[in-house]
């Protein structure tokens, strides 16, 4: 019980996906001008990342073992359609789940968060219980990172910046004091 | 065409991705590597040339299967040829370089997720012939390695006072850890976008002094 907690707060806090591997950074950077947005972009992120801990799991016990050098291309396939699959049912089964992460679904599946989760998952080794709580402390920590980052945003907006400075180079140095302070987390587990 | 206009083409493909469309610094793709590889120069030029051999490779098979690929799958068959050469790097770097390999680890195989190299076989090889559909890889690729090396090597002299692994200052240097660290990685694109944006905002000025 304790080493899932461990789990699921490294992933959350201490190792961020966003803000420790870089990971998703284009949708991080892109859609964070609206908390609203931001936060529905979260959440069908960690839709999509659960879907994604269970098909690793399967290709990892009972496919990749036989066929390494798959590992790639299969994650990739398996995960974008498996996803679009699970769009449909939702989309048949609640109407208004979908509608809140609609647009999002096909844009997330060839994120590289969703990759990342595959090969780390992987990497590490993780069971399924294990991997479903790696991938939801991922999922929550590129919510938390897309919602910080979205909030302070909004705040810009009404400020006096000067012109040089707008945009993409501003985002990167607000999303850069976000990763300092996130990196105040390593210390959490440590004595 | 005259054979004269022809090679301006040319090299107008191959040198737009140097420079004018480079794809880091203007068009903002492929950051997750350029951000979380570049705490050294070395790491940033190997990730520079796998990226630039996965790129070539793949616009070369778009380019020639062009008229063969439907339509409606396109994105999924470009995928899959991108995969497979982005396998063929990760196992080569396993078996040539196996330290460089270690420390780029995950990020080598994440480069089938970069949208710089999707995005060059949607919008160029898919519609031009192998020659030029070269030229534009081969200048977005070194226009990528390029600015790696940009945010690699300050990162690497700040943050650990060396160039290459070589140390560069003495015993009394100190190195300013949080360079080499994520949130360097952020800081360092941020001041050169800035850089950047500085550049031709005041291109831009000084053209509309001339004009008036």
């Known amino acids: 019980m304790e080493n899932l907690i461990w789990i699921f707060v490294s992933a959350l806090l201490i190792n961020n996906f966003t803000l420790a591997y870089f990971l998703g950074l284009c949708p991080f950077l892109g859609v964070s001008g609206k908390l609203v947005t931001a936060f529905r972009l979260g959440l069908a992120n960690i839709f999509v990342m659960l879907i994604t801990g269970a098909c690793t799991f399967v290709l990892n016990t009972w496919v990749l073992p036989y066929a390494p050098y798959l590992r790639l291309i299969s994650f990739i396939i398996v995960i974008a359609s498996s996803v679009q699959f699970v769009e449909m049912a939702v989309k048949k089964l609640s109407p208004e789940l979908f509608k809140a992460l609609g647009i999002f679904l096909p844009l997330i599946t060839t994120n590289c968060a969703i990759l990342g ?21 991922a999922g929550a920590g590129v919510t938390l990172a897309l919602v910080l980052l979205a909030g302070i945003r909004e705040e810009t907006r009404i400020l006096n910046i000067p012109n040089v400075i707008k945009g993409t180079a501003l985002n990167l140095i607000i999303a850069g004091i976000i990763s300092m302070a996130f990196m105040g987390f390593a210390g959490l587990f440590s004595t | ?42 790491n940033s030029l190997a990730m520079g040339l796998a990226t630039t051999f996965v790129l070539v490779c793949s616009s070369i098979l778009v380019s020639l299967l062009r008229s063969i690929i439907p339509k409606q799958v396109r994105i999924t068959a470009y ?39 999707l995005g060059r076989q949607e919008a160029f090889a898919s519609k031009n012939k192998v020659g030029l559909s070269v030229l534009d890889a081969l200048g977005m690729s070194l226009g990528f390695t390029f600015a790696m090396l940009c945010i690699g090597i300050p990162r690497e002299i700040l943050g650990s006072g060396s160039l290459f692994n070589m140390p560069l200052f003495g015993e009394s240097f100190e190195p300013w850890i949080v360079m080499i660290l994520p949130p360097g990685g952020f800081f360092m694109l941020g001041f050169l976008l800035l850089g950047f944006n500085w550049y031709t905002q005041r291109k831009e000025k000084n053209a509309k002094i001339l004009d008036a």
Not at chain 2, 20 to 37: H, R, T, Y
């Open chain 2, 79 to 117: 995928i899959i040829i991108i995969a497979t050469f982005v396998t063929v790097v990760d196992f080569s770097l396993a078996a040539f370089t196996p330290t460089i390999h270690k420390e780029l680890g995950a990020f080598i195989a994440l480069i089938v997720v970069n949208c710089l190299i």
């Open chain 1, 117 to 137: 989760l595959a090969l780390f998952t992987t990497n590490k080794g993780y069971g399924f219980v294990e991997g479903m709580i790696y991938a939801l402390g």
């Open chain 2, 1 to 42: 065409m005259t054979e004269l206009e022809n090679r301006s083409q040319s090299s107008e493909e191959f040198l737009k991705g140097l420079w004018k469309e480079n794809p880091v610094f203007i068009s903002v793709l492929g950051m997750c590597p350029a951000l979380a590889v570049t705490n050294t120069a070395i």
